[in-house]
């Protein structure tokens, strides 16, 4: 049973003079229990072409089809639906929190909270232990 089907796929990031052509017309498909690896040096595409299959990106031109699904022929909250119950993607790095200024202030607001909590427990102890 055909799991995947890739279509004639290109992605080209940017246009004009800058545009550059990551994927260009690639078609392959994969069986349900097959286990396949994308090798390629740095740069070559690994990523662009994962992002298209998971449905985080949208390609230029071309279909993806998971289990007969044209995935990115459904609209943003079918497709947020479908990845959300169908797909699994692990990053290499843990880029949706790195980049996220509002986590990146809850942290330090909860590391401050911590701290200020520390600071006034020591100090209850302190008087506590003091002899007055
Ligand atoms: N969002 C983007 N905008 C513009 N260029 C990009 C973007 N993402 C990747 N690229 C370019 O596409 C090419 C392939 O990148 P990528 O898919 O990350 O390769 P790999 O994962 O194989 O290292 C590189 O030249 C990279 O600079
Ligand atoms: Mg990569």
Redesign the pocket.
Known sequence: MEILKIEQLSKI??DGESA?K?LDDVSFSIQKGEFVEII????????????MLGGVDRPTRGKVFIENTDIHALNETQLAIFRRRQIGLVYQFFNLIQRSPSIRMLAKVSSCRIAIKKLVRRRRQAECLSPR
């Open positions: 990031y940017g550059v990551v390629g040096p740095s740069g070559s595409g690994k990523s662009t072409l994962l992002h």
